[in-house]
């Protein structure tokens, strides 16, 4: 896979701040590349570098694909002129050939609402017009900060599309989100940022693993006697009884549901708590200890 | 080990189109579409309805003059203009300009359209000071055509009673406005500069109204002159001394530099202190106490800078008003308006060197020294009567502002400049002789 940009060793401070330690991070052409990391782990600052935004103090950043476009906190547009207004005036900024705007608007689902001020517009539809402004330049590296954010269900599956589709057609995408099922959906490489440090980077499946032994809830037709069960289940372990929750690997679990239904007990939904890419981000950063 | 960072390169946008955005911008909200309505609206209607009333507003300059000409209204409206109209103006449209990026959380994406943070600052200091010059051009241009459509383009009396013909008016009418788009433009400097350094602050978005308000408060007082002609406000103030004859283009010349040193300085230091700026630190929000005093101290240092030149290179001194500078402007302009009256009153026609009119005054009696601005000058004017040896006198009670204008009441003989009627073209009007407006420059040796 072609790069599309590369960094290393990047440092950024703001006075006795660091906000980026010594940062690796590689994006390949047509990679949809996830950045997570608890709030103050330095993703905005890293994003706003590779939009040129800021320079670092030490380290290089290379952009071997551009143009590069996107935004970083919230999609910045102006409320009182309308879609269409907002999206020409960025395209007259650009010295190179544009996208058509009517295009951009079309692409992101906004054409019936172009006429009319952005001051009306939900959040959903702000983040979707943010995207439209940054296909203006038809992109080859494409920063989001928190895309998403703000989406109904439509909206979102709007907007995967959309980027899936760039990444199909060679476009290396780095968004950033909280919310680790768009991360698991979209991207095929993550890093994992935590006081300005990479303490993961590489495939999503990798993430997912390192999420270690997951905590399963347990819901059945008679609570007590679920628990007594699980208690004696060997290799598993009860790590709640109210809703019961229980640890252990495959087997263990597998053991407990067969068990389960010998004992009379109906099981009605057996789910991890935590979804493996959060267990492993809540792993990876300390904030499962800290809570 | 330490390596160069290297950030993608990029051609910045060109100007125009940044010029362009700013443009758009700055005038999609309804607020300042609404200001641009009543700029273009308002003068003219004020000039209209204010012009019909039978009580004009005579405390303000050229105010007693609405009946007769429409330019006398444009006149009124300028001089209010001057006081709070425009540094308002400024405040509104300068003062926000970049505010308002911090406000909707734009300046990112801005910078990422844009790609130089200088283009950024040269198309938004552009735009305000072009919306701020339209602004000013709409007041200016609806007043005098509403001046001159309900009252008409009539001569009109200057400060010194001299008559100035209808297009002699009119250029200097549009002059005089011309003359305060200097003071104007450095309140507008002022205003980006609040605007980079304060950010969403309010006091940013009125600081160019706070410093105009604090100068005129200082130009109510008895200063001295040097440091009131180094003040940009000076300069809102500076434009009657075109309605002289000659003009007094000294304090005119001098405001307009003052005020272009104001403008220059201003936009260099908000320049300056906007490129320092990180636009990646969220917490932003205005630039530290260090940043507001290298902001501040600079302007202050080139009042007293300017305060000190002036002081050394003009022959100003004191508070420039001085008893024979104001029994020259009286005299003066009582010669000029006798000869209105005998015209108005169908006498023989008179010149002002046969006339030789002197004027003789104190202040507060001879306990208090003969200077300085004030409500208590009394003044006996002398002339010759036309066609006899005799000489007439008229006394006048003056009230003489610190910034040099003044008004002159007549105090008898009634005949002369009692409280009476004349027929003029334009319909009756009071006797030109009874109060008259002059203007004393308080840069004059």
Known sequence: ?291 | MTTAYAPPEVAPAPLLPGLRFELVKLLSPWRVRLLLLACLVAPAAFVAVVSAQTSLPTDTVFGRWMHATGFAGSLVVLAFACSWGLPLLTSLVAGDVFAAEDRLGTWRHLLVAVRSPRRIFAAKALAALSVVVLLVVAIGLSSVLGGVLTVGAHPLVGLDGHTLGAGEAARTVLLAWLCVLPPTLALAAVGLLGSVVLGRSPMGLLLPAVLALTMNLVLLLPVPVPLRLALPSNAFLAWRGLFTEPAHTGPLLLGTAVSLFWAVLATALAYVLFLRRDFTDLAYDGAGRRAIAAAALPLAGLAGIGALAIGVLTPASGTGIEKAKVEASLATAYGHLYRLQAAQLHRPAVTEAQLAASADCDKGGTRVVDRGPGHDWRCVVSWHLPGTSAVGTAIYQLDVTAEGRYVADGDGPKEVNGNFWVRTPSGDAPNPLWQLDGYVDLLDD
Do not use: W
């Not at chain 1, 006795?16 to 950045?35: N, T, Y």
């Not at chain 1, 989100?177 to 999503?204: N, Q, W, Y």
């Not at chain 1, 819901?219 to 929750?245: C, I, W, Y």
């Open chain 1, 1 to 291: 896979m072609e790069p599309a940009a590369r960094a290393r060793g990047i440092i950024k401070t703001y006075g006795d701040v660091v906000a980026l330690d010594g940062v690796d991070l590689d994006i390949g052409a047509g990679q949809v590349h996830g950045l997570v990391g608890p709030n103050g782990a330095g993703k905005t600052t890293l994003l706003g570098l590779l939009l040129g935004l800021a320079t670092a103090d030490t380290g290089t950043l290379e952009v071997l694909a551009p143009p590069v476009a996107g935004f970083v906190d919230g999609p910045g547009l102006y409320p009182t002129l309308t879609a269409r207004q907002n999206l020409a005036a960025l395209a007259a900024l650009h010295r190179e050939p544009t996208a058509g705007v009517d295009e951009a608007l079309a692409e992101v689902g906004l054409t019936d609402v172009a006429g009319d001020r952005v001051r009306g517009f939900s959040l959903g539809m702000r983040q979707r017009l943010g995207l439209a402004a940054a296909l203006l330049t038809r992109p080859r590296l494409l920063v989001l900060d928190e895309p998403a954010n703000g989406l109904d269900p439509a909206g979102k599956r709007h907007v995967h599309r959309v980027i899936a589709r760039l990444a199909a057609d060679g476009v290396g995408v780095v968004l950033s989100s909280h919310r680790m099922d768009d991360l698991a959906e979209l991207c095929s490489e993550v890093t994992l940022l935590c006081a300005g440090r990479v303490v993961f980077s590489g495939p999503v499946a990798k993430l997912a693993a390192e999420a270690g032994e997951l905590g399963y809830g347990v819901l059945t037709s008679d609570e007590a006697r679920a628990v007594a069960v699980a208690s004696g289940t060997t290799g598993l372990r009860v790590a709640g009884t109210d809703p019961l929750v229980v640890r252990g690997p495959a087997d263990a679990l597998d053991d407990l549901v067969v068990r389960l239904v010998h004992a009379g007990v109906a099981l009605r939904e057996l789910a991890p708590v935590v979804s493996p890419l959060e267990a492993a981000f809540l792993a990876l950063t300390g904030a499962e200890e800290a809570s």
